[in-house]
Protein backbone atom coordinates (compact mmCIF):
# COMPACT_ATOMS: atom_id res chain seq x y z
CA UNK A 1 0.00 0.00 0.00
CA UNK A 2 1.20 3.59 -0.86
CA UNK A 3 -0.15 6.81 0.55
CA UNK A 4 -0.08 9.88 -1.30
CA UNK A 5 -0.22 13.10 -0.14
CA UNK A 6 -0.20 16.57 -2.24
CA UNK A 7 0.48 19.90 -1.02
CA UNK A 8 1.26 23.25 -3.10
CA UNK A 9 -2.36 24.34 -4.75
CA UNK A 10 -3.74 27.91 -4.71
CA UNK A 11 -5.06 30.76 -6.82
CA UNK A 12 -2.40 32.93 -8.59
CA UNK A 13 -2.65 35.13 -11.68
CA UNK A 14 -1.57 34.48 -15.06
CA UNK A 15 2.03 34.06 -15.84
CA UNK A 16 3.03 33.37 -11.98
CA UNK A 17 4.28 30.21 -10.67
CA UNK A 18 3.42 27.19 -8.21
CA UNK A 19 5.32 24.08 -7.16
CA UNK A 20 2.74 21.17 -6.25
CA UNK A 21 4.69 18.64 -3.86
CA UNK A 22 3.76 14.97 -3.80
CA UNK A 23 5.26 12.72 -0.24
CA UNK A 24 4.69 9.09 -0.41
CA UNK A 25 4.84 7.06 2.64
CA UNK A 26 3.96 2.84 2.90
CA UNK A 27 5.27 0.65 0.46
CA UNK A 28 7.88 2.61 -1.43
CA UNK A 29 10.46 0.52 -2.18
CA UNK A 30 7.61 -1.02 -4.70
CA UNK A 31 7.10 2.00 -6.71
CA UNK A 32 8.17 2.46 -9.83
CA UNK A 33 6.71 5.02 -12.11
CA UNK A 34 5.08 8.14 -10.75
CA UNK A 35 3.39 11.54 -11.90
CA UNK A 36 0.54 14.16 -11.63
CA UNK A 37 -2.89 13.86 -13.33
CA UNK A 38 -5.00 17.38 -13.84
CA UNK A 39 -9.00 17.18 -13.80
CA UNK A 40 -11.03 20.58 -14.65
CA UNK A 41 -14.49 20.72 -14.34
CA UNK A 42 -16.67 18.94 -16.52
CA UNK A 43 -13.45 17.19 -18.47
CA UNK A 44 -11.73 14.15 -18.16
CA UNK A 45 -8.62 13.20 -15.73
CA UNK A 46 -5.72 14.03 -18.49
CA UNK A 47 -1.93 13.05 -17.80
CA UNK A 48 0.23 16.37 -16.96
CA UNK A 49 3.48 14.65 -16.27
CA UNK A 50 5.15 11.08 -15.23
CA UNK A 51 8.55 10.43 -14.14
CA UNK A 52 9.93 7.07 -14.56
CA UNK A 53 11.86 5.47 -11.19
CA UNK A 54 15.32 5.81 -13.33
CA UNK A 55 14.17 9.28 -13.58
CA UNK A 56 12.85 9.96 -17.41
CA UNK A 57 10.14 12.05 -17.72
CA UNK A 58 7.11 12.64 -20.12
CA UNK A 59 5.09 15.91 -20.44
CA UNK A 60 1.72 16.69 -21.84
CA UNK A 61 2.34 19.14 -24.85
CA UNK A 62 0.45 21.57 -23.43
CA UNK A 63 2.76 21.91 -20.85
CA UNK A 64 5.89 21.34 -22.17
CA UNK A 65 8.54 24.15 -21.62
CA UNK A 66 6.07 25.61 -18.81
CA UNK A 67 6.30 22.49 -16.03
CA UNK A 68 9.23 20.72 -14.72
CA UNK A 69 8.63 17.04 -12.91
CA UNK A 70 11.31 16.43 -10.53
CA UNK A 71 11.85 13.78 -7.75
CA UNK A 72 13.68 13.31 -4.18
CA UNK A 73 14.74 10.07 -3.50
CA UNK A 74 16.15 10.85 -0.07
CA UNK A 75 12.51 12.40 0.99
CA UNK A 76 10.12 9.71 -1.38
CA UNK A 77 8.73 13.59 -3.00
CA UNK A 78 7.87 14.10 -6.47
CA UNK A 79 7.77 17.98 -7.23
CA UNK A 80 5.79 19.78 -9.68
CA UNK A 81 7.27 23.16 -11.05
CA UNK A 82 4.65 24.84 -12.78
CA UNK A 83 5.69 28.23 -14.26
CA UNK A 84 3.95 30.54 -16.56
CA UNK A 85 0.34 29.54 -15.49
CA UNK A 86 -2.58 29.94 -17.86
CA UNK A 87 -6.54 29.69 -17.12
CA UNK A 88 -6.73 26.61 -18.87
CA UNK A 89 -4.19 25.30 -16.37
CA UNK A 90 -6.99 25.20 -13.46
CA UNK A 91 -7.98 21.78 -12.23
CA UNK A 92 -7.55 19.59 -9.51
CA UNK A 93 -4.03 18.00 -9.00
CA UNK A 94 -3.46 14.28 -8.56
CA UNK A 95 -0.22 12.71 -8.00
CA UNK A 96 0.12 9.07 -8.71
CA UNK A 97 2.30 6.44 -7.78
CA UNK A 98 2.84 2.82 -9.61
CA UNK A 99 3.23 -0.46 -8.10
CA UNK A 100 1.66 -2.98 -9.43
CA UNK A 101 -1.37 -1.17 -9.36
CA UNK A 102 -2.03 3.11 -9.52
CA UNK A 103 -2.22 4.73 -6.18
CA UNK A 104 -3.65 8.30 -5.91
CA UNK A 105 -3.52 11.22 -3.79
CA UNK A 106 -6.37 13.12 -2.85
CA UNK A 107 -5.49 15.93 -5.35
CA UNK A 108 -4.75 19.89 -4.64
CA UNK A 109 -6.41 22.90 -6.58
CA UNK A 110 -4.70 24.91 -8.45
CA UNK A 111 -6.51 28.16 -10.27
CA UNK A 112 -5.54 30.75 -12.72
CA UNK A 113 -7.24 33.70 -13.20
CA UNK A 114 -6.92 35.87 -15.69
Known amino acids: QVHLVESGGGLVRTGRSLRLSCVAS????????MGWYRQAPGKQREMVAT???????NYADSVKGRFTISKNNTKNTVHLQMNSLKPEDTAVYYC????????WGQGTQVTVSS
Open 26 to 33: GSIFRIGD
Open 96 to 103: HADTSRRF
Open 51 to 57: ITRGGST
